[in-house]
């Protein structure tokens, strides 16, 4: 039996990729990586070579044995099998609540904060978040303040799931733009846990060290460019 291998992603732009890279670490997998570059106009061809062992032609994509897992979602349930199930809560009705909680992020996450991508969290200066993305971050970390609250924490339900690494590149990309609401409190030992975790600094460090992506919608149309420098909220962790 071979070793799985992950056809992974650019380090600042391939937030499923690091998804299912943390997963797969999380349960102990051995696997090779191959990083696909997905900056253009590198992207194209790239991700057309892809596609010859995957059918979304595009990353992550884990093979195994020959045979393609090409959902970030598929590979990081594949991860807790491969661990005997240890990413997801014993407790059915929580394990439940714990794959709702990574249905909502693989499924757009409600377009919280659409114009503040994963990308962002590595750009030099950053914009002001608006009203309406500071009543989204809000919301969001207070549907997640009642986990942590519910479980004691440190993880969302006692013990790191599925469910918190899913969440790790929002939090990277929200956290890195100093959103000031109540619940952010709340959930900031959470939240330093999962900066702090061996793997996540590993992937971020590499991500800090390429030259950041610009997206052409993370200004907004109608309001004064406003960048700034904000303290690395991640050097902390």
Same mark, same amino acid.
């Given at each position: 039996?071979?070793?799985?291998?992950?056809?992974?992603?650019?380090?600042?732009?391939?937030?499923?990729?690091?998804?299912?890279?943390?997963?797969?670490?999380?349960?102990?997998?051995?696997?090779?990586?191959?990083?696909?570059?997905?900056?253009?106009?590198?992207?194209?061809?790239?991700?057309?070579?892809?596609?010859?062992?995957?059918?979304?032609?595009?990353?992550?994509?884990?093979?195994?044995?020959?045979?393609?897992?090409?959902?970030?979602?598929?590979?990081?349930?594949?991860?807790?099998?491969?661990?005997?199930?240890?990413?997801?809560?014993?407790?059915?009705?929580?394990?439940?609540?714990?794959?709702?909680?990574?249905?909502?992020?693989?499924?757009?996450?409600?377009?919280?904060?659409?114009?503040?991508?994963?990308?962002?969290?590595?750009?030099?200066?950053?914009?002001?978040?608006?009203?309406?993305?500071?009543?989204?971050?809000?919301?969001?970390?207070?549907?997640?303040?009642?986990?942590?609250?519910?479980?004691?924490?440190?993880? *969302?339900?006692?013990?790191? =799931?599925?469910?918190? #690494?899913?969440?790790?590149?929002?939090?990277?990309?929200? @956290?890195?733009? /100093? %959103?000031?609401?109540?619940?952010?409190?709340?959930?900031?030992?959470?939240?330093?846990?999962?900066?702090?975790?061996?793997?996540?600094?590993?992937?971020?460090?590499?991500?800090?060290? *390429?030259?950041?992506?610009? =997206?052409?919608?993370? #200004?907004?149309?109608?309001?004064?460019?406003?960048?700034? @420098?904000?303290? /690395? %909220?991640?050097?902390?962790?």
């Amino acid at each position: 039996m071979s070793r799985p291998k992950l056809y992974s992603g650019t380090r600042n732009a391939s937030s499923w990729a690091m998804r299912a890279w943390l997963a797969l670490r999380a349960a102990g997998v051995d696997f090779e990586e191959e990083i696909v570059n997905i900056v253009r106009p590198q992207r194209f061809a790239n991700l057309k070579a892809v596609g010859r062992i995957s059918p979304p032609a595009m990353v992550p994509v884990l093979v195994v044995d020959g045979v393609a897992i090409y959902d970030s979602l598929a590979i990081m349930e594949y991860a807790n099998d491969a661990c005997g199930g240890r990413l997801l809560p014993v407790d059915v009705t929580q394990r439940a609540q714990a794959r709702s909680l990574a249905a909502w992020q693989h499924s757009g996450l409600s377009n919280i904060c659409a114009r503040i991508s994963f990308e962002s969290a590595f750009y030099p200066e950053k914009r002001t978040l608006t009203a309406v993305e500071t009543s989204e971050c809000e919301r969001l970390f207070g549907v997640l303040a009642k986990y942590v609250a519910e479980s004691s924490g440190p993880f *969302l339900f006692g013990t790191l =799931s599925l469910a918190d #690494l899913i969440l790790v590149p929002t939090i990277v990309r929200l @956290v890195a733009h /100093d %959103p000031v609401v109540p619940s952010r409190d709340a959930i900031e030992a959470w939240t330093q846990t999962l900066l702090a975790m061996a793997d996540v600094k590993e992937w971020m460090r590499d991500a800090r060290l *390429l030259p950041p992506i610009w =997206s052409d919608d993370y #200004l907004v149309p109608g309001q004064p460019v406003d960048l700034r @420098v904000i303290p /690395d %909220p991640f050097d902390a962790a």
